[in-house]
């Protein structure tokens, strides 16, 4: 069976300075993994996603993500945090044993303050 | 541009209501998703559908039905509304690909109130 962790529920970080949204996976098979960001009273949105091309997959607005298959982990980066990045970050996990459905996480809350 | 829509934005209905929450897409996308979300639960599969007429249970599907009768409608249906399903609902829908896992496109959200 497939899942993700997600290791902070909460991140605050000042502008302009990094970011580091963890999360941690378990898959039997060579997963998918998709972060996804919701910002308030809005829709989910694709940040980025891996499907077993370049381990480093870049995304929209600067952010990026290293699938790490020893560490099992995906973890979300980006170099200097603005003030509209305030949101919900989601780490989603997907195989083929799974068939269509996405396996998200509980999400992270980042906070960036002036 | 890529579309989810969704009938309501918010909604409330009182307890043993019977209630739909529709979804339309316009990305001519097989498979479609109901989800609901909640505070520090993250979001949940309830159905999903890869084909009209086709439905298949998630995690959740209890006291929640679907139909889709026509590829870019899904309808989630609450036969007796209960206040323990007063949550965030997305809809989302996606392509089939080779590796059947593609990008989800999500709706905006109907937020339901079940008093």
């Known amino acids: 069976a497939q899942s993700v962790t997600q290791l902070d529920s909460h991140v605050s970080v000042s502008e302009g300075t990094p970011v580091l949204l963890r999360c941690n996976y378990s898959?039997?098979?060579?997963?998918?993994l998709f972060w996804y960001v919701q910002h308030p009273n809005k829709g989910l949105q694709l940040l980025l996603k891996?499907?077993?091309?370049?381990?480093l997959v870049k995304g929209i607005n600067g952010f990026e993500a290293e699938f790490k298959k020893s560490e099992t982990s995906f973890h979300l980066t980006k170099p200097s945090a603005h003030m509209s990045d305030a949101a919900e970050y989601f780490c989603v996990v997907s195989d083929r044993n799974s068939g269509y459905a996405l396996n998200f996480g509980k999400g992270t809350s980042l906070l960036v303050t002036p | 541009d890529v579309k989810v829509t969704q009938s309501s934005r918010y909604l409330v209905k009182r307890t043993g209501e019977k209630v739909f929450l529709e979804c339309v897409q316009d990305?001519?996308?097989?498979?479609m998703f109901w989800y609901r979300q909640d505070p520090g639960l993250g979001l949940r599969l309830i159905y999903f559908?890869?084909?009209?007429?086709?439905?298949e249970k998630g995690d959740i599907p209890e006291g929640y039905s679907v139909s889709r009768e026509k590829k870019e409608r899904f309808s989630l249906i609450l036969e007796s509304a209960s206040t323990n399903q007063t949550s965030m609902y997305l809809c989302?829908?996606?392509?089939?690909?080779?590796?059947?896992?593609?990008?989800?496109?999500f709706g905006p959200g109907t937020r339901l109130t079940v008093l």
């Open positions: 891996y499907t077993s091309a370049a381990t």
């Open positions: 898959s039997s098979y060579s997963p998918s």
């Open positions: 559908s890869y084909d009209v007429k086709m439905k």
């Open positions: 989302a829908s996606s392509f089939t690909s080779a590796r059947l896992v593609d990008t989800q496109y």
């Open positions: 990305m001519d996308h097989e498979n």
